[in-house]
């Protein structure tokens, strides 16, 4: 399982970033992560296989994850970013019955895509 992210650059407080994670295999659930240096990584948002998505409360209303099936790619549409949001973004994917933010389910990872936002 390969899981590559793209988008990831500098954009300045309130403006938008749309960051891309192509991906092989199935998965049930996948995810955005999020991790500030020297800290655990934060979760961000998930989407199953259905659709349904789930968002961290702190991204809620400012940020979309979405996902298309037959490009075999995850997608996360940032607005109104704010330096609060200055991270290494990770795409995550897994297979569990109930897709939570809890990086430790996610079985396979990409590499990371640096966003900063400056004020």
């Known amino acids: 399982v390969q899981l590559v992210e793209s988008g990831g650059g500098s954009v300045q407080s309130g403006g938008s970033l749309s960051l891309s994670c192509t991906y092989t295999?199935?998965?049930?659930?996948m995810a955005w992560f999020r991790q500030f240096p020297g800290k655990q990584r934060e979760g961000v948002a998930t989407i199953d296989s259905d659709g349904r998505t789930t968002y961290a409360g702190h991204v809620k209303g400012r940020f979309t994850i979405s996902k298309d099936n037959a490009k075999k790619t995850l997608t996360l549409q940032m607005k109104r970013l704010k330096p609060d949001d200055t991270a290494m973004y990770s795409c995550?994917?897994?297979?569990?019955?109930?897709?939570?933010?809890?990086?430790?389910?996610?079985?396979?990872w990409g590499q990371g895509t640096q966003v900063t936002v400056s004020s």
């Open positions: 295999g199935s998965h049930n659930c």
């Open positions: 995550a994917a897994g297979n569990f019955f109930t897709c939570l933010l809890v990086f430790d389910w996610y079985s396979y």
